[in-house]
């Protein structure tokens, strides 16, 4: 089984343009999670989906647009990239049980320049 | 809102030696604590995870962790350190909403 797959898992793109990052999960998870990782910084939640139709923001929404498009599949929209926004960006998806464990997707290395 | 502190962002061991690394978070309520593994340019494995029940957690490749509630703590050990375990180690603590809050993780060195 593929677990979390995301694409692409690299892209650079120039200041103010646009991109999807897309992610899908087939593990029939409820929840969906958008994370950025930075140097020193550990990762950081951008936004999440606790179920199909409903998106919350996370630590660091800002610059940043999602869509749960259906139980499957949770895309993160960057709708003016800027060089702040270089980072490796990781979907996770997480079993519906009390404590349930996230199951990361391999990430998308993104270098706006 | 749930927070991780692990200090000591480079950690280097000799192999055969002890690696411990640790972590202490705060949270309102009883948490869910996780260690995760990220090897180069890869995404993050879970290495173990406390939800409830036994203290002492045993996971993947030899590791374990303690859950100390009075400290709270949640420190991840491995009485000998392999070549393999070089990588970058996350603390995670979940309050059982819909967020997982990270540490900003340990980097392993292993000492030949």
């Known amino acids: 089984n593929a677990g979390v797959t995301q694409t692409p898992k690299f892209q650079v793109l120039k200041t103010g343009q646009s991109m999807t990052l897309q992610c899908a999960q087939d593990m029939n998870h409820n929840s969906m999670y958008w994370y950025r990782q930075d140097p020193g910084m550990g990762l950081r939640l951008i936004y999440y989906?606790?179920?199909?139709?409903?998106?919350d923001k996370g630590e660091v929404p800002n610059g940043y647009n999602v869509s749960r498009l259906n139980k499957r599949e949770f895309s993160l929209r960057l709708e003016s990239a800027a060089p702040s926004q270089t980072s490796v960006y990781f979907c996770a998806s997480r079993a519906p049980l009390v404590g349930g464990g996230y199951t990361f997707g391999s990430g998308t290395r993104l270098t706006v320049v | 809102a749930q927070s991780v502190t692990q200090l000591g962002s480079h950690v280097s061991v000799s192999e055969g030696a002890l690696v411990l690394l640790r972590c202490n978070y705060s949270s309102s309520v009883p948490p869910y604590l996780f260690w995760y593994v990220q090897y180069p340019n890869q995404g993050l494995q879970l290495l173990l995870k406390?939800?409830?029940?036994?203290?002492l957690v045993k996971g993947i490749n030899g590791f374990e962790a303690e859950f100390k509630k009075s400290e709270t703590s949640f420190h991840l050990t491995k009485p000998s350190a392999h070549m393999s375990d070089a990588a970058e180690y996350f603390c995670?603590?979940?309050?059982?909403?819909?967020?997982?809050?990270f540490g900003k993780g340990n980097q392993v060195v292993v000492i030949p």
């Open positions: 406390y939800t409830t029940g036994a203290t």
């Open positions: 989906s606790a179920s199909e139709g409903t998106t």
């Open positions: 995670a603590v979940s309050d059982g909403d819909n967020r997982l809050a």
